[in-house]
Every structure is written in structure tokens, then in C-alpha cells.
């Protein structure tokens, strides 16, 4: 558990400005105030470096013999031992690239679907982003059954709630780690035990939850787990990982020339290089910020490269509960109703995502005059057509939400705070 002591704003230390000096876009309007992170990350130079440095020494097809061709093969080749330690893969062949984490999630309920037979139960959430939702729904013409987890009032999920849903024809449990929308951190690992104990497997959106805390695919005890780079400081594409001994069996669609082996059997086509490469130096970011604040606290270098992404990660969850405490603080002032978690001694169960309404005001209204003010923030349903309707929220207005990254300041979210107040006033 986080001491909650030492969250109160400006108590914990980060180097906030020397983070903020690596990301040129949060240069580019001086007074301009992102909180739109959850749309998508900006991206350190690092990373910026890297798309542009593939795209000028080998913008060209893999699998050639000529050197630039070979350049590209070893570039994907790291891009995979990096995502690998990222999330604590054992293989690296168990990393495979694509477009981003809805294609993924359709390309594995495919095959999923293909093997359904007497386990034909397939367990969803109200929580989720649609994509982890609809995509599983479409198994339903193909003899599926779904079961809902559903949240309680406290808009949470509870574990003890999915064990009675698990039988012995549940084939799947799929739910995200940390919702896009309210900001709420699910007990994977818990679910991961119940849904094996059962004869299950578990797919993980963890797309929302990768900027905030650390991945672990070992702990969370999970099969599968999607990703959308561009929410973890990289270019637009995607990840999926799989258990290498599931994915040797998934039967996926690939062309005859391709080997019936993962990782070349779940990606299909060609898939952009260059923003690969930028999802490796998105890792490398990491492990240099790792490697920085233990330079600062003199502990000395990290061991290994997963040390210093733990270190990295640890330090941001400790300064982003600070930043979910202030935004909190702001938020009640103003009289908002936040959805989720919003008691502030259980902060350590969300990530700096907030779901809000103002009452009077239409969503997009706060969402305009934020933006007449210099600040960024989103208004409608966050693609999640069936969490709106539990928060008794019309679908064509929604809600507004505030997300903040490790990058954003306690100042951001004071300043944040003098709007939203002025909003209430009606100035």
C-alpha cells in the first residue's frame, strides 16, 4: 500500500522539469495545460530520434540480404527483447507488432473463437472499453456465451463477484487492468488465480494502465495482454503478448510462406517499422529515468534493464497518487461529481484519470471553455457506450475526463481547479 502520508501535494519528489524538458510538444504553447493524456501520450525526443533515424538509414522492407533490409530485421528484433523486459515476458518471441490493441483484441477472439467447443463461456465487464467488449460479443453467432461482470455502485470491480460466474465452461475472462475512463485499477493478479483455478485463461487490456504503473505479465498471472504504444510515450502501433505455449496453438490466419510459429503468425502483413523503433526507445526513456533518479538518491546503477523500468515506475505511481490527490481536491472544491474512486485514502486504487460532470453545464460546454482557456480535456462517451449507461449518463452528451501523466505538474492541475470554479460560477 502507498503511504498516504507522504502523497500530499509537493511531498514526494520528482523531477518534474527535467522530465517536461524531454517532451518538445509540451514546449511547443507555453500555456497550453494537456490533460488529454488518455487519448494519448506526446513522446520524448528519445523517441522522436529514433522514428526519424530509421526513417532516413533503412525505410525499407525487411528480409532482404542487402544491409538497410537486415538493419530493419535487427530493429524489430530489438524493438522485441525491449518490450519484453518492459512487461516481463520470459520469451521474446512471445512479443508480436501490429496496428494497436483493437486489432489485436479482434485477431485473438478470432481464433478464440475457433476454439470454443465445450468451454464456450466467455466472461466480459461493464467497465471496459467497447473494444474489449464488442469484439467478444461477435463470438455470440459463433455458439459463444458471454457473462457479465458487472460493477457494484462503488463503480469498481470487485473479484469476489467474478468467482461464482467461472464453471467449468468458461473459456475466457477478458478485462481491462485500469479503465480509460474512471481511472480504476482492477486485481488482475486475483482474477488471473480464480479464472486458472477454474481451467480458464485471462486476456488483458492493459492499454490505460501502461503510462501509469508497472506491467508484469508474470504477477498479473494473465494469457494475454494487449497494448496501444502510443499511450506509453511511443508512436501509434500495437502489442500483443501471449504465453508462447498458447500461441504455438491459436490458430490465426497467416499467409502459406509464413511459419505456423509465433511471432510471424499473428502478424499479419507488413506493420510500420519506424514507429517499432519508436516503441523501443519509448522502453529505453523508461530505463533512463529508472537510471536517473537512482544516480539522484546515489544507490547506484540499476542491475538489469527491467530494474531500472521498476524504478521508473515506482517513482511515477508514487508522483502521479500525488497528482490524483490534487485533482481530487480541486474537483470537490468545485462542487464537480467525479465517477469512480474518488475517497482519497484509496487513491492507490486508481491512475491520475478522472470522469466528471458538472451540474448545469453539458460536458461540452466544460470541454470549450477548458479549451478558450488553454486547457485540454475530452467530453462524450469514451467509447464505452455501456459504462455511460451505468452511470445513468446520456449516451450523446457523456462525460468529461481529465487524464494526467507523470509529465504534468501540480500547477497544471491548480490552474485546472481556477477554471473548473469559474465554470461552476457561470464567468
Known amino acids: 500500500m502507498i503511504n498516504q502520508e507522504l502523497l500530499r501535494p509537493n511531498t514526494v519528489h520528482f523531477p518534474s522539469d527535467e522530465v517536461r524538458s524531454q517532451f518538445p510538444a509540451l514546449h511547443q504553447e507555453p500555456d497550453f495545460i494537456f490533460f488529454d493524456n488518455a487519448a494519448g501520450a506526446q513522446i520524448p525526443q528519445v523517441v522522436f530520434d529514433a522514428v526519424n533515424r530509421h526513417l532516413l538509414h533503412c525505410n525499407v522492407q525487411r528480409g532482404g540480404r542487402y544491409p538497410r533490409s537486415m538493419e530493419v530485421d535487427a530493429v524489430i528484433e530489438r524493438a522485441r527483447g525491449s518490450v519484453a523486459v518492459l512487461i516481463n515476458a520470459r520469451d521474446s518471441r512471445e512479443i508480436a507488432f501490429g496496428m494497436n ?5 479482434r485477431l485473438l477472439s478470432l481464433a478464440i473463437g475457433r476454439t470454443l467447443e465445450t468451454r464456450n463461456e466467455i466472461v466480459v465487464t461493464d467497465l471496459d472499453h467497447e473494444a474489449n467488449i464488442a469484439t467478444w460479443l461477435q463470438l455470440e453467432r459463433e455458439g459463444a456465451r458471454v457473462v457479465w461482470w458487472k460493477m457494484r455502485e462503488d463503480h469498481s470491480l470487485h473479484v469476489e463477484d467474478l468467482a461464482p460466474l467461472l464453471t467449468s465452461r468458461t473459456r475466457l475472462v477478458a478485462c481491462t487492468v485500469a479503465s480509460h475512463a474512471l481511472g480504476s485499477i482492477v486485481d488482475v493478479a486475483t482474477v488471473g488465480k480464480l ?8 486476456a488483458l487490456d492493459c492499454v490505460h494502465y501502461s503510462p501509469h504503473a508497472l506491467i508484469d505479465v508474470q504477477a498479473f498471472d494473465c494469457d494475454y495482454v494487449v497494448c496501444s504504444g502510443y499511450k506509453v510515450f511511443a508512436p501509434h502501433m500495437g502489442f500483443l503478448w501471449g504465453r508462447l505455449e498458447l500461441l504455438h496453438k491459436l490458430p490465426t490466419f497467416r499467409e502459406d510462406f509464413i511459419p505456423d510459429e509465433p511471432p510471424g503468425k499473428i502478424e499479419a502483413g507488413t506493420f510500420i517499422y519506424e514507429n517499432v523503433a519508436g516503441m523501443a526507445a519509448a522502453v529505453t526513456y523508461l530505463e533512463a529515468l529508472g537510471n536517473s533518479l537512482a544516480a539522484e538518491k546515489e544507490i547506484g546503477r540499476s542491475t538489469s534493464r527491467r530494474d531500472s523500468i521498476v524504478r521508473a515506475m515506482a517513482s511515477i505511481r508514487e508522483y502521479e497518487s500525488t497528482l490524483s490527490l490534487a485533482m481530487l481536491e480541486e474537483l470537490e472544491s468545485a462542487g464537480a461529481v467525479v465517477q469512480g474512486v474518488r475517497d482519497k485514502t484509496r487513491v492507490s486504487e486508481r491512475v ?18 477548458m479549451s478558450d482557456r488553454g486547457i485540454a480535456i475530452r467530453d462524450g462517451h469514451m467509447y464505452a457506450p455501456r459504462l455511460m449507461k451505468r452511470l445513468d449518463r446520456d449516451l450523446e452528451t457523456g462525460v468529461n475526463r481529465a487524464s494526467i501523466l507523470h509529465y504534468n505538474t501540480i500547477e497544471e492541475i491548480h490552474e485546472f481547479g481556477k477554471v473548473l470554479c469559474d465554470i461552476v460560477r457561470g464567468r
Open 195 to 202: 479464472a486458472h483455478a477454474a481451467g480458464a485463461e485471462v
Open 101 to 105: 490493441a483493437t486489432s489485436f483484441l
Open 352 to 369: 491520475p484519470t478522472f470522469c466528471f460532470n458538472v451540474a448545469g453545464v453539458a460536458p461540452a460546454s466544460v470541454t470549450q471553455i
